[in-house]
């Protein structure tokens, strides 16, 4: 095969369902071949649009498209400094691109490269919410009829909403909630969801890093006789060290890691068996080349993948998730935000999902496209992010 070598770098802003996306696209020597990539870091889109515009595209022009995993090394220690949720999607749109490029050369599905199919679909789990037990209930039934086996429910948004909150005069603004309400409320959703659907549909739940880590220790033992299928970052990365003692406390099924960014955080929790799913956000660690080592790594371990799916992903780094889920054998399910038709529009090939199974299509690479013209229909807007501002009934800022 002859060399190709990356000829242009470019990022593509676009929020075609209102949440800001980065796409990065790579443009090769060889006409009409050129990869995409997700960097979507959505709360700080314009520095990771920097970094590789800026910083990585000058020191990667001109070099062999082939050589992802030399390109991602250097990438990540180009800047000395390394890691964080800015550097890591910058590195990680560079990488799926390059990884989509691959395949296009190939002929192949991303999946194949990574030794094929261990399954045809991905079992996905969708998000069911409510004002009180009755509402999440209705929704939960709802789901159940289109097909959905594994569905979380949270009652009033993360760490709930409390109606009577009594803080001090002239307290700041900010995303109020009550954890002690919350964590009362949680028990009681699932006693009643169980004792009203049963125990065939697998119940899943976030905590969000919402509750103090005593309080987490003591929600996780409660909910055992719910039996959900996980409880999710019950505590926030800050916290690794409390998972020692909740694991001894309680087996209710642990899935971590949606802020993590460095090897650090997940290490001491994989190699100690703390926790059974690891849920990373695939372009915040760095993308599919740290990802598929992640996996394969947790795999050693007993450990399955959950990698996270919120609307903060484009279906580019859905399809990239998807890729994983289909060829890894300890894959355990993918969370599913759902793809509404602007970003269908937006972006050509996007993973399907048909009967709570999310699919890749049979394209070369991860076989998703964007449709550029239709993207610009869309900007991004820079707006301060509020409901990362979450506050104690005393007005305390807290981790959202
Ligand atoms: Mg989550």
């Known amino acids: 095969m002859s060399k190709v070598t990356i000829k242009d770098i470019r990022v593509i802003l676009t929020a075609p369902a209102g949440i800001n996306l980065v796409v990065v696209k790579v443009e090769t020597s060889e ?30 022009v001109g070099k062999d498209v082939d050589n992802i995993e030399d390109i991602w090394h250097s990438c990540m220690v180009n800047s000395y400094w390394r890691n964080g949720p800015v550097l ?52 939960v039934r709802k789901y159940i009829e289109q097909g959905y086996r594994y569905i979380r429910c949270q009652m009033g948004g993360y760490g709930g909403r409390s109606e009577k909150l009594s803080s001090p005069e ?42 103090q880590p005593i309080e987490a ?25 409390w998972f020692e003692i909740i694991r001894y406390q309680s087996v209710v099924p642990l899935a971590m890691g949606e802020l993590f960014v460095n090897p650090c955080e997940w290490t001491p929790l994989i190699v100690n068996r703390l926790i059974d799913y690891i849920r990373v956000h695939i372009s ?17 371990f007993g450990i399955r993948t959950a990698w996270h799916g919120p609307g903060d992903v484009s279906p580019i780094g859905h399809a990239a998730n998807v890729h994983l889920d289909i060829c890894c ?49 869309y900007p991004c807007e820079n707006r301060v992010t509020m409901w990362t501002l979450a506050r104690l009934p005393d007005g305390t800022s807290v981790r959202p």
């Open 217 to 241: 220790v003591r929600l996780a033992k409660q909910l055992e006789p719910y039996r959900l299928f996980f409880l999710e970052d019950v505590l926030p990365p800050e916290y690794i060290n």
């Open 329 to 377: 054998h300890n894959f355990g399910i993918q969370e599913w935000s759902g793809i509404d038709d602007r970003l269908m529009e937006v972006f050509p090939g996007s993973p399907i999902v048909k009967n709570g199974y999310v699919y890749p299509n049979d394209k070369p690479g991860l076989g998703v496209d964007i449709d550029e013209k239709k993207a610009a229909k």
């Open 284 to 300: 915040a660690i760095g993308g599919i080349t740290p990802a598929r080592k992640l996996a394969a790594f947790c795999e050693a």
């Open 31 to 60: 006409p009409g071949l050129y990869g995409l990539g997700c960097a979507t870091f959505t709360q700080r889109y314009l520095a990771v649009r920097s970094a590789v515009e800026d910083y990585l595209k000058p020191f990667l």
């Open 88 to 139: 890591n999607n910058a590195v990680a749109g560079i990488d799926m691109a390059l990884w989509d490029i691959k395949g296009k050369r190939a002929g192949m599905p991303v999946y194949q490269l990574l030794g094929g199919k261990c399954r045809e679909g991905a079992a996905v789990y969708c998000h069911a919410d409510g004002r009180d037990v009755y509402e999440v209930e209705d929704n």
């Open 170 to 211: 002239n307290a700041p603004p900010g995303a109020y909630y009550d954890p002690d309400a919350y964590a009362r409320s949680v028990p009681k959703l699932f006693e009643h969801l169980r004792s009203k659907i049963g125990f065939e549909v697998e119940l899943l739940h976030d905590v969000h890093e919402r509750l």
